[in-house]
């Protein structure tokens, strides 16, 4: 997408597992980063993220606008609207979503930051956690984790159209196949991520000027500019 935008665009690709953080440690880690672009390099600064969880719930553009995508999470950005966003979501609620990068990324770690789901072991059989926790502590981290999967039956492969996935696809049927959930192969697009590069920022987009910063709106448009 950068290759085909009109515009010289510059990238930066933060930890995958940042928004496992909570707003307290990830807010703070963006605005880290708006705060050190000096002034006049860029026209805007685009973010490639929902709100997740209220992540970027309060980050402010200093010198150079901010642009960022009306979704709840990445997943809108690769399904290419919010509403079709909605519309798999009643659907299919209980469904984890894949990408070529989810998979290739792993859970974060690789990225030199501790995800919940590492904290917690949540990653580790059950024998390795009896010998790291205690056996009832980890017969209550297994528990747990039983009742976070309860409600899911089904893996989503979002193909993007790029020549690498079919590998990618394979892993995911693969995961579904040794978790027991239905696997699904639907189609992306790009239609946001290309927007947000090519300038095209339409209704899809919140544009926050120098000075002000985003809120969560609770509605239909996700986020809207602090009053």
Same mark, same amino acid.
């Given at each position: 997408?950068?290759?085909?935008? +009109?515009?010289?665009?510059?990238? /930066? $690709?933060?930890p995958k597992g940042l928004h496992d953080l909570g707003v307290d440690k990830m807010q703070p880690r963006l605005q880290e980063k708006i705060d050190g672009i000096p002034a006049g390099v860029y026209d805007a600064l685009l973010l490639g993220y929902g709100l997740c969880n209220n992540g970027i719930a %309060?980050?402010?553009?200093?010198?150079?606008?901010?642009?960022? +995508?009306?979704?709840?999470?990445?997943?809108?950005? $690769?399904?290419?609207?919010?509403?079709?966003?909605?519309?798999? $979501?009643?659907?299919? +609620?209980?469904?984890?979503?894949?990408?070529?990068?989810?998979?290739?990324? %792993?859970?974060? /770690?690789?990225?030199?930051? *501790?995800?919940?789901?590492?904290?917690?072991?949540?990653? *580790?059989?059950?024998?390795?956690?009896?010998?790291?926790?205690?056996?009832e502590n980890a017969r209550y981290v297994m528990e747990t984790m039983g009742d976070l999967t309860a409600n899911y039956d089904r893996i989503a492969f979002i193909s993007m159209g790029l020549e690498c996935e079919e590998a990618f696809v394979r892993m995911a049927e693969k995961e579904a196949r040794d978790g027991g959930f239905d696997f699904e192969n639907i189609q992306g697009s790009m239609s946001i991520l290309r927007k947000l590069i090519n300038g095209e920022w339409d209704d899809d987009f919140l544009v926050v000027q120098p000075g002000e910063s985003i809120k969560a709106s609770h509605d239909e448009r996700v986020i809207k500019l602090s009053e």
């Open positions: 997408l950068q290759a085909n935008s +009109p515009h010289i665009c510059d990238a /930066e $690709f933060l %309060g980050l402010t553009a200093r010198t150079t606008k901010l642009v960022v +995508p009306r979704a709840h999470d990445c997943i809108t950005l $690769f399904l290419g609207s919010r509403k079709r966003y909605r519309e798999l $979501f009643d659907a299919h +609620p209980g469904t984890y979503y894949r990408t070529t990068g989810w998979i290739e990324r %792993g859970d974060g /770690e690789k990225a030199g930051d *501790m995800t919940i789901s590492r904290k917690l072991g949540l990653h *580790m059989k059950y024998e390795e956690l009896v010998g790291k926790y205690g056996e």
